[in-house]
T-cell receptor, first 109, second 113 residues
Framework: GQSLEQPSEVTAVEGAIVQINCTYQ??????LSWYQQHDGGAPTFLSY????GLEETGRFSSFLSRSDSYGYLLLQELQMKDSASYFC??????????FGKGNQVVVIP | NAGVTQTPKFRILKIGQSMTLQCTQD?????MYWYRQDPGMGLKLIYY???????DKGEVPNGYNVSRSTTEDFPLRLELAAPSQTSVYFC????????????FGPGTRLLVL
């Protein structure tokens, strides 16, 4: 089976930095992906870590530690448009995704 | 490219009715997926397909069926709708192989009363 744990909600001001953590327990683990979902919208891909370490994509960075079954998404220089839910997802064989419950980020002026 | 399209956007069903949720992608992706998302929760995999003619169960397949006769289309069939199937349904596609990114459709909101 699989489970992914994420804390539920974070509020931060514009320009701040937010870290969203994810611990996972899943069989057939290939890597950890992160998706963003705005209210009423579809999930959109942010990043993927297959190997341990940090991946940086613009203002967003993602980290994976396979030995700790842990990853995080770092959102820097927060903007109002970053208000959304963020999901970690364990990637399994055939690119199947097992999602966590998500973390809602609310950015305030 | 339109990407992944889903119809209908919203539907109300009575208990015991059946319906088919349509999903089409124009990216020539081999892999396609159906997820459901309940309020405040993450997505759960219902069924997936790695190519035309090949389908397999995900985490929560009970009450659903799928078919994949073409690369482009991956319809999801609900038989005997139940209130527990009230959810938002997302279809997604992926090139497969080393490309793990999934591209999601806009979703179908289903209410079973």
């Amino acid at each position: 089976g699989q489970s992914l744990e994420q804390p539920s909600e974070v509020t931060a001001v514009e320009g701040a930095i937010v870290q969203i953590n994810c611990t996972y327990q899943t069989s057939g683990f290939y890597g950890l992906s992160w998706y963003q979902q705005h209210d009423g919208g579809a999930p959109t891909f942010l990043s993927y870590n297959a190997l341990d370490g940090l991946e940086e994509t613009g203002r967003f960075s993602s980290f994976l530690s396979r030995s700790d079954s842990y990853g995080y998404l770092l959102l820097q220089e927060l903007q109002m448009k970053d208000s959304a839910s963020y999901f970690c997802a364990a990637v399994r064989g055939n690119n199947r995704l097992a999602f966590g419950k998500g973390n809602q980020v609310v950015v305030i002026p | 490219n339109a990407g992944v399209t889903q119809t209908p956007k919203f539907r109300i069903l009575k208990i015991g009715q059946s319906m088919t949720l349509q999903c089409t992608q124009d990216m020539n992706h081999n892999y396609m997926y159906w997820y459901r998302q309940d309020p405040g929760m993450g997505l759960k995999l219902i069924y997936y397909s790695v190519g035309a003619g090949i389908t397999d169960k995900g985490e929560v397949p009970n009450g659903y069926n799928v078919s994949r006769s073409t690369t482009e289309d991956f319809p999801l069939r609900l038989e005997l709708a139940a209130p527990s199937q009230t959810s938002v349904y997302f279809c997604a596609s992926s090139p497969g192989g080393r490309e793990e990114t999934q591209y999601f459709g806009p979703g179908t909101r289903l209410l079973v009363l």
